[in-house]
């Protein structure tokens, strides 16, 4: 299906080797349209976020180890989405409001 869409290995692997890789492992038998344990813990718990019982929360930094993400993002594919990124000059580390 990647080659269909147009994607070369190399960029098959940076995009979706993550997925691929915990696909060789099976595909989740819901088809990916499923609730979703954390989410019905969060509902149990009575928690307005999924960060209040996520199993695997993401760093500190709010990185992802297990998918690189965020990741930087092409200018051509932002241009593509019609996505313009504007950095303020004195915005502050954590994003500053």
Do not use: C, N
């Not at 960029?11 to 696909?23: P, Q, S, W």
């Not at 509902?43 to 976020?49: I, N, Q, V």
């Amino acid at each position: 299906m990647f080659e269909v869409l147009g994607l070369t290995p190399e960029e098959t692997e940076e995009k979706f080797g993550h997925l691929l890789r915990a696909f060789r492992y099976g595909v989740p038998p819901h088809g990916g349209i499923a609730m979703g344990l954390d989410r019905l813990a969060m509902l149990m718990a009575g928690k307005e976020t999924l960060r209040d019982v996520t199993a695997f929360p993401k760093a500190q930094s709010g990185a992802d180890p297990l998918t690189g993400a965020p990741a930087p993002v092409p200018e051509e594919q932002l241009r593509d989405l019609g996505i313009t990124v504007i950095v303020r000059k004195d915005a502050t580390k954590d994003g500053g409001a």
